[in-house]
């Protein structure tokens, strides 16, 4: 004999549905939703719970080779590539990129952070917002003064941004993108891209008729985020899909947004375009590298940031 329990669980679906039946409303209907809604409800928790355990897992995982490696060692017994410390882990378990501090995206994160320190110099100390002659005498993207032969500045404005949050959105972004596309094309060849789209995105703007100035790495950024999106749709594979699904989202979030926060929306589409381009016919590092042509390419990139960085720094157009 069992014994019946003297506190039953309410049944919160019947409830409801008698209340919206007594209202006129159909009560199949109405609980056939309550049904689903509770259902997706106790799947979206379990889900967060796996979520959770998957974060806080004590193990680290080899990203190399895939195998389970104690927490206190710092280079995998299977394959023998370092590994992680935790923090940057749980980073990646989290769906984020933890900086590389030796790959050329931290190396442009300086620069436009040297830059950015320029700016505020001679801004009177202000990271918040900065004036529009700063930003103009450092070399911002400007119609007039493109048209009048300054053309630098389809270049220089890449690495000048407007305020604080403005630069951390920016090299946040640039953290998640550009460390990816490092492993598929090297890093020569990366920088390359970054350098090229900025400036087409430039050009494009300038092309379109700016106006006022120009200024922010988001037209180079959405140049990668299009090189993704392009390099994926060629790989054709379920991964390249993937990526390539998730870029354009970002490309065109990424427009959305800039709706409404009145940014140059002309670049960022003129960048995702030719990183788009870029990623069609650019073949991945393991592909049959061409060495003198991405050797070239390698010189081009750093000499347009070199030169580009040097501008800003040290040459005040006025």
């Known amino acids: 004999m069992t014994q019946a329990d003297d506190n039953p669980k309410i049944d919160w679906i019947e409830i409801f549905t008698g209340l919206a039946g007594a209202l006129g409303f159909n009560k199949v209907r109405i609980r056939w939703k309550l049904m689903a809604w509770r259902d997706s409800w106790k799947s979206g ?59 050329v995206s931290s190396l442009l994160t300086l620069a436009i952070g040297f830059c950015y320190l320029r700016t505020v110099i001679l801004n009177g100390g202000d990271p918040l917002a900065i004036d529009g002659e700063v930003l103009f005498a450092l070399g911002a993207n400007n119609t007039p003064a493109i048209r009048a032969g300054e053309w630098w500045r389809l270049s220089t404005y890449i690495f000048l941004h407007a305020g604080l949050w403005h630069i951390l959105f920016n090299l946040f972004a640039l953290q998640q993108v550009g460390p990816q596309l490092e492993e598929i094309f090297g890093r020569g060849r990366m920088l390359f891209f970054f350098m090229v789209t900025g400036i087409l995105a430039g050009w494009g703007s300038e092309l379109w008729g700016l106006y006022g100035v120009g200024i922010g790495a988001s037209g180079a950024l959405m140049g990668l985020i299009g090189l993704a999106a392009g390099w994926g749709h060629r790989e054709g594979t379920s991964m390249g899909r993937i990526i390539r699904d998730q870029m354009v989202k970002w490309g065109i979030y990424t427009i959305v947004f800039g709706f409404f926060i009145h940014a140059d929306n002309v670049a960022h589409a003129a960048g995702f375009i030719s990183g788009a381009l870029l990623g069609l016919v650019s073949r991945p590092r393991w592909e049959r590298p061409r060495v003198v042509l991405d050797g070239l390419m390698s010189l081009v990139g750093v000499g347009l940031a070199l030169g580009t960085v040097w501008l800003v720094l040290f040459s005040l157009h006025t």
Not at 57 to 81: F, M, R, W
């Open 45 to 103: 928790k379990h889900q967060a719970r796996v979520a959770v355990e998957r974060v806080n897992y004590e193990h680290k995982i080899c990203p190399h080779c895939g195998t389970v490696q104690d927490q206190a060692l710092k280079v995998c017994s299977n394959c023998g590539q370092a590994l992680s410390p935790r923090f940057f882990e749980i980073l990646h378990r989290l769906g984020l990129v933890s900086p590389h501090f030796l790959s």
